[in-house]
């Protein structure tokens, strides 16, 4: 076994939520802010990468033969101020535990991606984006300030008009260890939605009605169907979205508005085979899914019904059976929508079947040089491994790189360092300020040597 100084890491099997390339590293667990300084100091030529709860698909918070410094322990909330709108809070917190401590203060996090479980410091790395972005950003866009422990074992306090803050927006944990941050909050009256749906019959219908209209709402995205073909192709259901008023809500619900309500109904079992998702299957879910929800206006809805249906099901990544499953998703810019109907025509004729399929508009990016979003459509689809299904992804990456577009880091798992590095036009710029933090490479992962950030 390692050890590093008096701490003695724990040799673990590491994956993302794709739960594909498994490898292992000595994972240090501790809320004590000068060991982690310490392990960094002495973590060894395989260097070190943080971990916050593992919801990226697929392999930056893993580091095979390295170090890896679970941050789920550094867990605190330091002060909230709910007249500023501002909670100052470990990294290893949850978004989960967050929102829960917020909402009856009244405050509401911005930024909210598609599961509650990922931790402060994951959603600063990777730059989360949500059904907001077209209104509010990326996270980066609401940290105040940030405290990052870089490869020398300081600690530095960087806010939005350091270089070295935004290459750690978006940057997957390799400019150093963020410890604590300060985000600012948004006001809200109650912890419900007024959510207007509508069904719509194909998929440049889909597109055309939700290109309008959507500033109207602060939240939007759409599902769509990924496995029906002819004039149905890409049937799907665009969901947009308000915060509910207390005079919104029914009586029943106005007397706790503010009340926190997300249950988790059952958890996966790890018995699934391979090849559960298929095109029987993947019709059936689709069919059902695309049914259950008519049009219909101002329902309104909890937390977890419109924003974090999956996070009812824990460990939902185990259906997908012992091969796992990559998560291909890509932003193209406006103008660029042949790309996203090619793609879901391809799927169907490769036989490559999605259930899990999100359409979203993007609006602005931010200074981050590693940040995904730019104005255009992101395209998200859930992909069995199986035969083909590589192939595939490396057709559609020639079409989003042709186009302009990039595919999204954390999601990402099996990318080359020529396709990132055609996505990301400023990863040089990234890499000038990483470089002069960390001269020597300290912080690595498997992405990091994969993709030669």
């Known amino acids: 076994m390692v050890t590093l100084g008096a701490v003695k890491p724990a040799l673990e099997r590491l994956t993302g939520w794709g739960r594909t390339a498994p490898t292992a590293a000595h994972v240090v667990r501790t809320s004590d802010v000068h060991v982690i300084a310490e392990v960094v100091r002495d973590a060894g030529r395989r260097g070190v990468i943080a971990r916050g709860l593992g919801r990226s698909y697929g392999d930056p918070a893993q580091n095979a033969g390295g170090v890896v410094v679970d941050m789920t322990a550094l867990d605190r909330i330091h002060r909230v101020d709910a007249e500023d709108g501002t909670v100052v809070v470990d990294a290893g917190v949850s978004l989960d535990t967050l929102m829960r401590a917020l909402l009856p203060f009244g405050l509401w996090l911005p930024v909210l991606p598609g599961t ?4 402060v410091g994951g959603a600063i790395g990777s730059d989360i984006h949500g059904k907001a972005h077209h209104v509010e950003g990326s996270f980066g866009n609401h940290v105040r300030s940030l405290d990052l422990l870089t490869a020398d074992g300081a600690v530095s306090t960087l806010t939005p008009d350091d270089d070295l803050f935004w290459a750690t927006v978006g940057g997957m944990g390799l400019t150093g260890i963020v410890l604590r941050a300060t985000l600012h909050l948004n006001h809200v009256a109650t912890a419900y939605f007024l959510v207007d749906t509508e069904q719509l019959g194909g ?16 939240e939007s995205v759409s599902w769509f169907d990924a496995v029906t073909t002819g004039p149905h192709l890409g049937r799907g259901l665009l969901t947009r979205a308000n915060h509910a008023r207390l005079e ?13 309500d997300a249950p988790q109904l059952l958890t996966v079992p790890n018995v699934f085979p391979p090849g559960l998702l298929n095109k029987l299957t993947g019709r059936l879910f689709s069919e059902v899914w695309y049914r259950k929800s008519p049009t219909r206006e101002k329902a309104v809805q909890n937390i977890t ?11 939902w990544n185990r259906g997908y059976g012992p091969h796992g499953f990559l998560q291909y998703q890509f932003v193209v810019p406006f103008g660029a929508e042949d790309v996203i109907r090619r793609t879901v025509t391809r799927m169907t004729e490769t036989g490559q079947v999605s259930a899990l399929n999100v359409l979203k508009r993007f609006g602005d990016g931010n200074r981050a040089p590693l940040s995904f979003p730019m ?4 395209l998200c689809v859930d992909l069995p491994v199986r035969s083909g299904v590589h192939e595939l992804c490396d057709e559609l990456d020639e079409l989003v790189l042709a186009a302009g577009g990039r595919h999204y880091l954390a999601k990402e798992s099996r990318a080359t360092p020529d396709v990132i590095a055609r996505g990301y036009p400023r990863l040089d710029e990234w890499r000038k300020v990483r470089d002069s933090v960390d001269p020597q490479g300290v912080f690595a992962s498997d992405m990091s040597r994969r993709l030669l950030l």
């Open 116 to 119: 509650r479980q990922v931790t």
């Open 203 to 218: 998929l440049d219908e889909l597109m055309a009605r939700q290109s309008v209209d959507d500033e109207n709402y602060v």
């Open 248 to 260: 919104d809500l029914p009586k029943k619900l106005r007397r706790q508005p503010l009340k926190f």
């Open 305 to 315: 019904q419109f924003l974090h249906p999956l996070d009812i099901v824990g460990e």
């Open 375 to 378: 104005p255009g459509w992101t």
